[in-house]
């Protein structure tokens, strides 16, 4: 059964930090690996998808890096803005109908 | 990419009473949707899946008599909570898929409160 980890549970940073969000799996035979942005009350927003057979996506100032022999993947914030404060969850597909195993998140609060 | 809106995005109710959400794909036609529930500062927990025309699929301690799960056409899900009490109170979050997409697109959300 597919279990997913992320650390750190909550980070604080001054604005224009890069940063890195850590996202661990159990299972590596996955599918994909996905990064999603929630908002205070609101529902996700998919970030970055990375398929297995992919070892990094970007899109603007987000990387995502995969590593599916150390159970790995990260997801890079270059020049943090406040408006990047949000939770920053990972998901990663187990069992049949692409169920989604969610890791707890990362709750990110970007300093003006 | 496309776009899942749920009904309502927050409800209050007393205890005892039933409560419905609706979460509807706009722009594509969903085969399977996904209803997740989210208690503060936790992570999504997926309750059930529900596939077009059959009966949903519950995963291991969600009770299927309380949460009843319908998905009649491809655009429409709805998840009926019965009986509802204050530890029913959560954000509830749908999502949806089909064979032809690689990703789940959410929901908005819908914030249930249970006097």
């Known amino acids: 059964k597919q279990e997913v980890t992320q650390i750190p549970a909550a980070l604080s940073v001054p604005e224009g930090e890069n940063l890195v969000l850590n996202c661990s799996f159990t299972d590596s035979a996955i599918y994909n690996l996905q990064w999603f942005r929630q908002d205070p009350g609101k529902g996700l927003t998919s970030l970055l998808l990375i398929q297995s057979s992919q070892r990094e996506q970007t899109s603007g100032r987000l990387n995502a890096s995969l590593d599916k022999s150390s159970g790995r993947s990260t997801l890079y914030i270059a020049a943090s803005q406040p408006g990047d404060s949000a939770t920053y969850l990972c998901?990663?597909?187990?069992?049949?109908?692409?169920?989604?195993?969610f890791g707890a998140g990362t709750r990110l609060a970007v300093h003006p | 990419g496309a776009v899942v809106s749920q009904h309502p995005s927050r409800v209050i109710c007393k205890s005892g009473t039933s409560v419905k959400i609706e979460c509807r794909s706009l722009?594509?036609?969903?085969?399977?949707m996904f209803w997740y529930r989210q208690f503060p500062k936790q992570s999504l927990m997926l309750m059930a899946t529900?596939?077009?025309?059959?009966?949903?699929?519950?995963e291991q301690g969600v009770e299927k008599d309380k949460f009843l799960i319908n998905h009649a056409s491809l655009t429409l899900s709805t998840l009926t909570v019965t009986s509802a009490h204050p530890e029913d109170s959560s954000f509830y979050i749908c999502?949806?898929?089909?064979?032809?997409?690689?990703?789940?697109?959410f929901g908005p959300g819908t914030r249930l409160t249970v006097l």
């Open positions: 998901a990663s597909p187990s069992g049949g109908y692409n169920k989604l195993i």
């Open positions: 529900s596939n077009e025309g059959s009966k949903a699929t519950y």
């Open positions: 999502s949806a898929t089909s064979a032809l997409v690689d990703t789940q697109y």
């Open positions: 722009d594509f036609q969903a085969t399977t």
